[in-house]
């Protein structure tokens, strides 16, 4: 099992899942030439990718999506609200639709969409569960409720949001609007957040936790990682590997 965080951060989201015989690509929020460069520095052809798969439609998570599609006739699964609204999916015979709640296969891994609360059409995190175990991803989320807790319990590897430190945000040069947006419960966790939503996460086959989409405003990578050791440091059930999203480079796990 593999997952690498392709990039990670307001400017272009995406992630590489691998296990058995599925490469699955979660959003695709940059060009599709740098995301077939990032995918060649972790060794992988773009051609052998099984799907994409999008959580939601800001242009951070899809900027690259019709000209991927295009370029490799991949498959794509969108929500069925967001399947009728996106102007460029790259051809319309690649969509598969889904509805939040509803598992659907791809090869060998099973895909449990499930809701979560931001400010898009129907945004929606993901578990990717096979042989090799189960990959949670759940960022953009304004609020961890308690069906995301629940849909994450029992993964070996997890991608969780830890967008903002509180005060950063709070005294930052962002317009107080945008920054209301962003502590809203349709916004982005906070690291303190994304470290809550962890403590109820923790068992002992968890071995890699992924901080992402951190801001280069109002986020520093120490803070978010003083944010989640601060949870770790106080419980002796598991030792995950943490590695914090980058905008720029992959930051990958292998089991």
């Known amino acids: 099992m593999r997952v690498c965080l392709l990039a990670s951060g307001s400017k272009g989201n995406s992630l590489l899942v691998e296990s058995g015989r599925t490469r699955l690509l979660i959003d695709a929020g940059l060009s599709a030439r740098e995301i077939r460069k990032r995918l060649d520095l ?3 052809d773009a051609a052998s990718l ?3 798969l999008i959580t939601h439609e800001h242009t951070d998570h899809v ?3 019709g000209p991927l599609v295009r370029q490799l ?3 794509v699964y969108l929500h069925t609200d967001l399947a009728r609204k996106l102007p460029d999916v790259g051809k319309p ?3 598969h639709e889904f509805v939040d709640g509803e598992d659907f296969a791809v090869n060998d891994l099973t895909v449990r969409p499930f809701a979560i609360t931001h400010d898009s059409l129907a945004p929606v995190g993901f578990t990717l569960s096979g042989e090799q175990g189960k990959v949670g991803v759940a960022t953009d989320l304004g609020i961890a409720t308690r069906l995301v807790a629940e849909c994450l319990q029992g993964c070996r590897a997890l991608v969780i949001e830890t967008n903002h430190d509180e005060e950063l945000l709070r005294d930052g040069p962002y317009p ?7 502590r809203s419960n349709h916004g982005h966790l906070s690291n303190d957040a994304g470290g809550s939503l962890l403590q109820n996460l923790l068992w002992d086959g968890l071995t890699a936790v992924f901080l992402g989409h951190l801001s280069e405003t109002n986020n520093r990578p120490g803070l978010a990682l003083d944010a989640i050791n ?12 943490v590695l914090v999203g980058r905008q720029h480079m992959p930051m990958q796990w292998v089991a």
Do not use: H, M, T
């Open 73 to 75: 006739d991949l498959p």
């Open 63 to 65: 900027r690259g999506l």
């Open 230 to 241: 601060s949870v770790l440091e106080k419980q002796n059930i598991c030792a995950p590997q």
């Open 50 to 52: 099984s799907a994409l």
């Open 93 to 95: 015979g690649c969509v």
């Open 176 to 182: 107080w609007s945008l920054k209301q947006r962003v």
């Open 42 to 44: 972790v060794g992988v």
